[in-house]
């Protein structure tokens, strides 16, 4: 490299003397004591005959030298002598024989590095209650090591070390390697502490609540107090009971801790029990709130009622309800339920299938009063055409079935039946009037036994219509608890059935059907919601064939149940011409065959009832053949009725 610059000195250079010096620093410094340093330079030779050597230029600004050596014809030298941490620049100059000396090489420049200290410090520093060792101002030599050992106090621990400003996180020591610069180390302690949390169920309270935090070996004392009418059931620490406390106290707390009250309403017990013939609901050991109120329901069997309601042994009288209220203390009821004049059971005879202008007769012969007395009859018609009853007030009204169209007509007739103490009951009849129409025939399904909970589906799916199809069916409830049908118009309805006591209960349902030209049927089914009692089991007896005139026995001995017995039996006519029956409530009662023109069915339901409420039925069909000497008569009026219609029919088109 050709120099940068050039300055006469005394004699000029011939041009091209002492070209190509190139200063190069080729060593890095060397302290040679504390304070001084020395650093070696290299520059290229020239090659100049009369070269007489080099000097070597130093100062401390760029161009600015203040002092220089003459190092002869070498091409490198050792300077000395530097301070450590200043900047130094050097250039070199040739000079000849003659003295001449050329101008400046080119610059370098090189700073000297601090000096390094043979020692340095360490300082350490606490934050909390705890040693660190050593202590205070520490002394380690350049590229040594020191170990500093740190040790919290009793019930702290250390939270962190901090080197130089910066966390290293929890330590129990730390060592400093190959020191090369001074440093500061911090041990920081904090208490140690654990957390106890809080928690209740129930109404009431725990204080203090929440999470609360404990220094090590502590104790913290929890209060427990239960709202009004609560009392405290429970206490759970860390998930293990401690029975019932109105405080507790965590002492020397090395752990986290949960603890939980648990709060109960205080409760009282009433005894309910029943005397006689009827229950009392709800019955047994009953559990009450401290506080609350509680309502009993008195309900006699049918016949039978309230006479007394004992409360803690004291007389309170008739009643079908009572409340106890502000519940404080334990209790017991009872009821006394005697014999009373029961309600009479309408019986609206069979429905009926007669043609138009017929005579009619309706019957309540088999309606009954369980104490025998005398009953009274009032009939009324609720729908179809009107028709004018002979007697309302007659167990056996009459009346001639009105002229109807190809569809015919149904009239619905109800009965009610009053005993002497001025009791009820009502049934009611269908009188289907026929002409080209035939009436529809309802079935309502078997009998079922169930369980309280279950869903009951009713059926109607049996039900049929000899010729233009049924339009619609109606479900209605006759007997047993209320229970809310899914849909009283559906053929399927359901519900679910009731809560029952042991003895369980029965839910009758009646169904209604009609036909598309407005004619009516009906049938009913028996839903026996069980428990503890089992159902009975109906039996009709065989069917039977009679002529007009002969004394016939139904037979229902057949029937049994398999606990606690059959405690009534009870016999309906459902269809033919309406009979007497001698006792509608015995086991086997008897009627006299009724007069027909032509070979008739009866059919007869027999429903039993076992002492715990529940039932039963089934049928049995009587076939009434008319006496030889009536076949005559049987063909006129067959005759009569055929050319009747024929020629109405005729008039009409």
């Given at each position: 490299?050709?120099?940068?610059?050039?300055?006469?000195?005394?004699?000029?250079?011939?041009?091209?003397i002492l070209s190509g010096i190139l200063l190069v620093l080729v060593l890095g410094f060397v302290f040679n004591s504390?304070?001084?340093?020395?650093?070696?330079?290299?520059?290229?030779?020239?090659?100049?005959?009369?070269?007489?050597?080099?000097?070597?230029?130093?100062?401390?600004?760029?161009?600015?030298?203040?002092?220089?050596?003459?190092?002869?014809?070498?091409?490198?030298?050792?300077?000395?002598?530097?301070?450590?941490?200043?900047?130094?620049?050097?250039?070199?100059?040739?000079?000849?024989?003659?003295?001449?000396?050329?101008?400046?090489?080119?610059?370098?420049?090189?700073?000297?590095?601090?000096?390094?200290?043979?020692?340095?410090?360490?300082?350490?520093?606490?934050?909390?209650?705890?040693?660190?060792?050593?202590?205070?101002?520490?002394?380690?030599?350049?590229?040594?090591?020191?170990?500093?050992?740190?040790?919290?106090?009793?019930?702290?621990?250390?939270?962190?070390?901090?080197?130089?400003?910066?966390?290293?996180?929890?330590?129990?020591?730390?060592?400093?390697?190959?020191?090369?610069?001074?440093?500061?180390?911090?041990?920081?302690?904090?208490?140690?502490?654990?957390?106890?949390?809080?928690?209740?169920?129930?109404?009431?309270?725990?204080?203090?609540?929440?999470?609360?935090?404990?220094?090590?070996?502590?104790?913290?004392?929890?209060?427990?107090?239960?709202?009004?009418?609560?009392?405290?059931?429970?206490?759970?620490?860390?998930?293990?009971?401690?029975?019932?406390?109105?405080?507790?106290?965590?002492?020397?707390?090395?752990?986290?801790?949960?603890?939980?009250?648990?709060?109960?309403?205080?409760?009282?017990?009433?005894?309910?029990?029943?005397?006689?013939?009827?229950?009392?609901?709800?019955?047994?050991?009953?559990?009450?709130?401290?506080?609350?109120?509680?309502?009993?329901?008195?309900?006699?069997?049918?016949?039978?009622?309230?006479?007394?309601?004992?409360?803690?042994?004291?007389?309170?009288?008739?009643?079908?309800?009572?409340?106890?209220?502000?519940?404080?203390?334990?209790?017991?009821?009872?009821?006394?339920?005697?014999?009373?004049?029961?309600?009479?059971?309408?019986?609206?005879?069979?429905?009926?299938?007669?043609?138009?202008?017929?005579?009619?007769?309706?019957?309540?012969?088999?309606?009954?009063?369980?104490?025998?007395?005398?009953?009274?009859?009032?009939?009324?018609?609720?729908?179809?055409?009107?028709?004018?009853?002979?007697?309302?007030?007659?167990?056996?009204?009459?009346?001639?079935?009105?002229?109807?169209?190809?569809?015919?007509?149904?009239?619905?007739?109800?009965?009610?039946?009053?005993?002497?103490?001025?009791?009820?009951?009502?049934?009611?009849?269908?009188?289907?009037?026929?002409?080209?129409?035939?009436?529809?025939?309802?079935?309502?399904?078997?009998?079922?036994?169930?369980?309280?909970?279950?869903?009951?589906?009713?059926?109607?799916?049996?039900?049929?219509?000899?010729?233009?199809?049924?339009?619609?069916?109606?479900?209605?409830?006759?007997?047993?608890?209320?229970?809310?049908?899914?849909?009283?118009?559906?053929?399927?309805?359901?519900?679910?059935?009731?809560?029952?006591?042991?003895?369980?209960?029965?839910?009758?349902?009646?169904?209604?059907?009609?036909?598309?030209?407005?004619?009516?049927?009906?049938?009913?089914?028996?839903?026996?919601?069980?428990?503890?009692?089992?159902?009975?089991?109906?039996?009709?007896?065989?069917?039977?064939?009679?002529?007009?005139?002969?004394?016939?026995?139904?037979?229902?001995?057949?029937?049994?149940?398999?606990?606690?017995?059959?405690?009534?039996?009870?016999?309906?006519?459902?269809?033919?011409?309406?009979?007497?029956?001698?006792?509608?409530?015995?086991?086997?009662?008897?009627?006299?065959?009724?007069?027909?023109?032509?070979?008739?069915?009866?059919?007869?339901?027999?429903?039993?009832?076992?002492?715990?409420?529940?039932?039963?039925?089934?049928?049995?069909?009587?076939?009434i053949d008319p006496p030889k000497v009536y076949e005559v008569k049987k063909d006129w009026y067959v005759i009569k009725?055929?050319?009747?219609?024929?020629?109405?029919?005729?008039?009409?088109?």
């Amino acid at each position: 490299m050709k120099n940068l610059f050039t300055r006469p000195r005394r004699k000029s250079i011939p041009k091209g003397i002492l070209s190509g010096i190139l200063l190069v620093l080729v060593l890095g410094f060397v302290f040679n004591s504390a304070l001084a340093a020395e650093v070696k330079l290299a520059w290229d030779a020239n090659g100049e005959t009369d070269l007489a050597g080099y000097h070597i230029y130093k100062g401390l600004q760029s161009r600015v030298y203040t002092s220089s050596v003459s190092t002869g014809k070498v091409t490198s030298t050792t300077l000395s002598g530097l301070e450590a941490g200043k900047t130094y620049y050097f250039a070199a100059t040739a000079y000849n024989t003659s003295g001449v000396e050329s101008g400046y090489s080119n610059e370098v420049a090189y700073r000297v590095p601090d000096a390094v200290p043979s020692t340095w410090t360490i300082t350490a520093s606490i934050s909390g209650s705890g040693t660190i060792s050593p202590a205070g101002t520490s002394t380690v030599a350049n590229g040594g090591s020191l170990t500093y050992t740190i040790t919290p106090a009793s019930n702290y621990k250390v939270s962190d070390v901090i080197i130089d400003g910066t966390s290293q996180g929890p330590k129990s020591s730390y060592t400093f390697t190959a020191v090369s610069t001074n440093h500061t180390i911090k041990a920081v302690f904090a208490p140690i502490t654990w957390t106890i949390t809080a928690s209740t169920s129930g109404s009431g309270t725990i204080s203090p609540a929440g999470t609360s935090t404990v220094a090590n070996g502590g104790s913290l004392t929890y209060t427990i107090t239960p709202a009004s009418n609560y009392k405290v059931s429970d206490v759970l620490v860390d998930g293990t009971s401690q029975g019932p406390k109105s405080s507790y106290t965590f002492s020397a707390v090395s752990a986290n801790h949960t603890i939980k009250a648990v709060f109960a309403p205080i409760t009282w017990t009433i005894k309910a029990s029943a005397s006689g013939n009827g229950t009392i609901s709800p019955s047994g050991s009953i559990t009450v709130n401290q506080g609350n109120d509680f309502t009993f329901t008195m309900s006699p069997d049918s016949g039978y009622f309230v006479s007394d309601v004992v409360i803690d042994g004291i007389s309170l009288g008739d009643g079908v309800s009572m409340t106890f209220t502000n519940v404080m203390s334990n209790h017991t009821i009872v009821a006394y339920f005697v014999a009373g004049n029961q309600a009479p059971l309408a019986d609206a005879g069979p429905d009926q299938k007669v043609c138009e202008e017929d005579p009619v007769t309706l019957s309540g012969l088999n309606s009954i009063d369980p104490e025998g007395n005398q009953l009274a009859f009032s009939w009324l018609q609720l729908e179809g055409p009107s028709v004018q009853l002979s007697d309302p007030t007659s167990p056996t009204p009459e009346f001639q079935a009105p002229v109807v169209s190809f569809d015919g007509a149904s009239l619905v007739f109800q009965l009610t039946v009053r005993d002497t103490q001025g009791l009820e009951s009502a049934d009611t009849c269908i009188v289907n009037v026929t002409w080209v129409n035939d009436p529809p025939v309802a079935h309502a399904g078997s009998d079922q036994t169930v369980h309280e909970g279950n869903v009951v589906s009713l059926d109607s799916s049996l039900s049929q219509d000899p010729d233009d199809g049924i339009a619609s069916c109606s479900w209605t409830q006759t007997g047993g608890p209320a229970v809310v049908l899914s849909d009283v118009t559906s053929p399927e309805p359901f519900f679910t059935a009731p809560d029952v006591t042991m003895d369980g209960t029965a839910l009758v349902f009646q169904l209604t059907v009609t036909d598309l030209g407005g004619l009516k049927s009906q049938d009913s089914c028996i839903v026996n919601v069980s428990w503890m009692n089992e159902a009975p089991v109906a039996d009709a007896g065989m069917d039977l064939a009679a002529t007009s005139g002969n004394l016939i026995s139904l037979d229902g001995r057949n029937s049994a149940d398999s606990d606690d017995g059959i405690a009534s039996f009870r016999w309906n006519q459902v269809s033919g011409p309406p009979v007497a029956l001698s006792d509608p409530m015995d086991m086997s009662p008897t009627f006299t065959a009724p007069d027909v023109s032509g070979t008739t069915v009866l059919e007869f339901q027999l429903t039993v009832t076992d002492l715990g409420g529940l039932c039963s039925s089934d049928q049995c069909l009587v076939t009434i053949d008319p006496p030889k000497v009536y076949e005559v008569k049987k063909d006129w009026y067959v005759i009569k009725t055929t050319y009747k219609r024929f020629f109405r029919f005729l008039t009409i088109w």
